[in-house]
């Protein structure tokens, strides 16, 4: 069974931009979160999509935002990108998004110039 | 604020010996803490615990976790370089999904 596939794996912008990451479940599961991970701050939740609805969303400004489509494939963009934004992105998902196992995809790690 | 701490943030080790992980949680309403090992990959699951007292074992790495003192221990018993990875904690709180992590222990293992 095929795992959590995160595109693009690398990308490099410079500030001011905008990015879009996608991130496609482990078939059949439903909830899709996404993480942002650092060297000094670990990994920070960002936002948990379960049936297409923004059930939960961390503490990161109004620049982030998400979306779940019908097939439980998700997206992230990031507008008007800042330096402090490069970082490794993490997306996991999971069967029913209660108490359980994330499963995490490798990751889009984002460089901003 | 909710929060979870790991410790220590770096090990070096030599291959055999053993080695305990730690991590300490502040999380609102508790539902479940997980470990994790990450190598230059995605994080890997290793453990769920919910229960407090119950140790779970996967061949030479055991965790338990203590409900009332809000921690949970990772052990690794005879070491070897392919346990080198950072080794994740995180904790589940009772607002759908949202998982607490730790910053991490890197573990490295010398021949």
């Known amino acids: 069974k095929a795992g959590v596939t995160q595109t693009p794996r690398y990308l490099i912008k410079t500030r001011g931009q905008q990015v879009t990451l996608s991130c496609s479940p482990i078939?059949?599961?439903?909830?899709v979160s996404w993480y942002q991970q650092t060297p000094g701050q670990g990994l920070q939740f960002l936002f948990e999509?379960?049936?297409?609805?923004?059930?939960n969303k961390g503490n990161f400004p109004g620049r982030f935002s998400g979306r779940q489509f019908s097939n439980s494939r998700s997206e992230m963009n990031v507008s008007t990108l800042e330096l402090g934004d490069s970082a490794l992105y993490l997306c996991?998902?999971?069967?029913?998004?209660?108490?359980?196992?994330?499963?995490f995809g490798e990751g889009s790690r984002l460089t901003v110039l | 604020e909710d929060k979870v701490v790991q410790s220590p943030l770096s090990l070096v080790v030599h291959e055999g010996d053993t080695v305990t992980l730690n991590c300490s949680y502040e999380?609102?309403?508790?539902?479940?803490l997980l470990w994790y090992k990450q190598e230059k990959k995605a994080p890997t699951f290793l453990f769920m615990l919910?229960?407090?007292?119950i140790e779970k074992k996967s061949g030479r790495l055991s965790s338990i976790l203590d409900k009332k003192e809000l921690f949970s221990i990772l052990n690794i018993t005879a070491t070897q370089t392919g346990d080198s990875a950072v080794y994740l904690c995180?904790?589940?709180?009772?607002?759908?999904?949202?998982?607490?992590f730790g910053t991490g222990t890197s573990l490295t293992v010398i021949p």
């Open positions: 996991a998902s999971s069967l029913q998004g209660f108490t359980g196992e994330l499963f």
């Open positions: 078939s059949g599961h439903r909830s």
């Open positions: 999509y379960f049936s297409e609805t923004q059930r």
């Open positions: 999380v609102t309403n508790f539902r479940s």
């Open positions: 919910t229960s407090s007292g």
């Open positions: 995180a904790v589940e709180g009772d607002t759908g999904n949202q998982f607490y």
